[in-house]
């Protein structure tokens, strides 16, 4: 298995949706698994490190802005640890008031680690679709 991709409809401004999305101190609101993020900025090479509860542990990870394009594409690369998160955001406006929000979500293991990211890929592509029906739920909801 590869890099997960899941997208959804959001009943919102592609705008609206887009810069609510790509902040990390928003990642806590609708991310399930995330306890806490500390973020250094939000520009192309900024960081931000995020706590997520993985398997039942508390696990640290920094990930690297490396594309920012409002408001039609973000990503971010994971910069330490053994096993690092790739992310994408592509959003597409569907008309007036409305978007679809396409994730795309890998993992590069470093070490022994690499033997890990086949599961760590299917634990996330599980995960994912509840954390993005969340999303939708708090951005329509406050439409």
Same mark, same amino acid.
């Given at each position: 298995m590869g890099a997960f991709v899941n997208s959804i409809e959001i009943n919102r401004?592609?705008?609206?949706?887009?810069?609510?999305? /790509?902040?990390? &101190?928003?990642?806590?609101?609708? *991310?399930?698994? /995330?306890?806490?993020?500390? +973020?250094?900025?939000?520009? /192309?090479?900024?960081?931000? &490190?995020?706590?997520?509860? +993985?398997?039942?542990?508390?696990?640290?990870? &920094? *990930?690297?802005? &490396?594309?920012?394009?409002?408001?039609r594409s973000w990503a971010a690369q994971g910069v330490d640890g053994p096993v690092r998160p790739n992310a994408t955001v592509g959003v597409e406006s569907l008309g007036v008031g409305r978007c679809r929000v396409t994730f795309g979500l890998d993992f590069d293991g470093r070490g022994m680690a690499a033997a890990l990211v086949p599961m760590v890929r299917r634990m996330a592509a599980k995960a994912a679709p509840a954390s993005h029906q969340r999303l939708k739920e708090l951005l329509e909801g406050a439409a």
């Amino acid at each position: 298995m590869g890099a997960f991709v899941n997208s959804i409809e959001i009943n919102r401004a592609a705008d609206e949706v887009f810069a609510y999305v /790509v902040d990390p &101190t928003k990642f806590p609101e609708w *991310q399930l698994d /995330v306890m806490d993020v500390s +973020v250094e900025g939000n520009r /192309v090479g900024s960081r931000f &490190t995020t706590v997520r509860k +993985v398997g039942g542990a508390e696990r640290s990870m &920094t *990930q690297e802005i &490396t594309e920012n394009v409002p408001p039609r594409s973000w990503a971010a690369q994971g910069v330490d640890g053994p096993v690092r998160p790739n992310a994408t955001v592509g959003v597409e406006s569907l008309g007036v008031g409305r978007c679809r929000v396409t994730f795309g979500l890998d993992f590069d293991g470093r070490g022994m680690a690499a033997a890990l990211v086949p599961m760590v890929r299917r634990m996330a592509a599980k995960a994912a679709p509840a954390s993005h029906q969340r999303l939708k739920e708090l951005l329509e909801g406050a439409a």
